[in-house]
């Protein structure tokens, strides 16, 4: 029973994104094609949609939320792979200024090595290295204690450590784990970040709330604005 919970709500948990409130953003489809070296296009999957929806980014900057509900790393399930979608815009609309890179909870819940998925990584951080552009990664977030996922932490936890080890991938990646954990339980996620969904005070286990996506945005936006500053001038 467990393992059919985590499938189904794998492919169906994609939550219906807030309102964007920040100037100059857009979902679904780049507000501007072609791009420019403001714009920041974030991709993943329904945790994707939802700390990119609370990332908010200085006005002179255009954030595409690239990000779709049930894409993963190596699977064409509903949806194309992550690295397909990263490719089709760039493609259609040229560089962006900034890339930022989310997935790999759905793979791991379909018994995907965590070797495979790295090869998906390393294949795309390649194409992306090819171009010249700048690339966050984002690591798999934790899980509520009670949450069905929790079956997958060791891999998560591997899959984390490879990506953040510097090396491994073109550009930054970062695991934010750390502002997301409970204190008490470290690897689970706070309760103050899970998203209820009844009365009975029940995580549905995988998605954060809105709380949890503001930290996860608040997590990556120093790398993405550290990617999208100028390189300093060289001293005479």
């Known amino acids: 029973m467990a393992v059919t919970f985590v499938v189904v709500a794998a492919l169906t948990g994609a939550c219906t994104p807030p309102p964007v409130e920040q100037p100059n953003s857009s979902w679904g489809t780049p507000k501007y094609c072609p791009y420019?070296?403001?714009?920041?296009?974030?991709?993943?999957?329904?945790i994707g949609v939802g700390y990119t929806h609370?990332?908010?980014?200085?006005?002179?900057?255009?954030?595409?939320?690239?990000?779709?509900?049930?894409?993963?790393?190596?699977?064409?399930?509903?949806?194309p792979v992550i690295g397909d979608r990263v490719k089709e815009w760039i493609e259609r609309c040229g560089n962006p200024g900034v890339v930022i890179v989310q997935g790999g909870i759905i793979d791991l819940t379909f018994g995907v090595p965590v070797e495979s998925m790295q090869a998906a990584v390393t294949e795309l951080s390649a194409w992306l290295e090819a171009r010249g552009i700048p690339t966050v990664w984002l690591g798999i977030h934790p899980f509520p204690y009670v949450s069905p996922y929790r079956q997958h932490e060791d891999k998560r936890v591997e899959y984390n450590q490879w990506l953040t080890t510097p090396g491994n991938v073109w550009g930054?990646?970062?695991?934010?784990?750390?502002?997301?954990?409970?204190?008490?339980?470290?690897?689970?996620?706070?309760?103050?970040?899970?998203?209820?969904?009844?009365?009975?005070?029940?995580?549905d286990g995988l998605h954060p709330n809105t709380a949890g996506y503001t930290v996860m945005a608040e997590c990556v936006k120093p790398l993405v604005l550290d990617a999208l500053a100028p390189p300093a001038p060289l001293a005479d």
Do not use: H
């Open 172 to 203: 930054q990646a970062i695991d934010c784990t750390p502002v997301l954990e409970d204190p008490t339980r470290p690897g689970a996620m706070d309760p103050d970040y899970w998203k209820i969904v009844d009365l009975f005070g029940s995580p």
């Open 36 to 46: 420019d070296a403001q714009l920041v296009q974030s991709n993943g999957d329904s």
């Open 54 to 79: 609370m990332l908010r980014l200085p006005e002179q900057y255009t954030l595409f939320n690239a990000a779709v509900g049930a894409s993963t790393l190596t699977l064409a399930l509903k949806e």
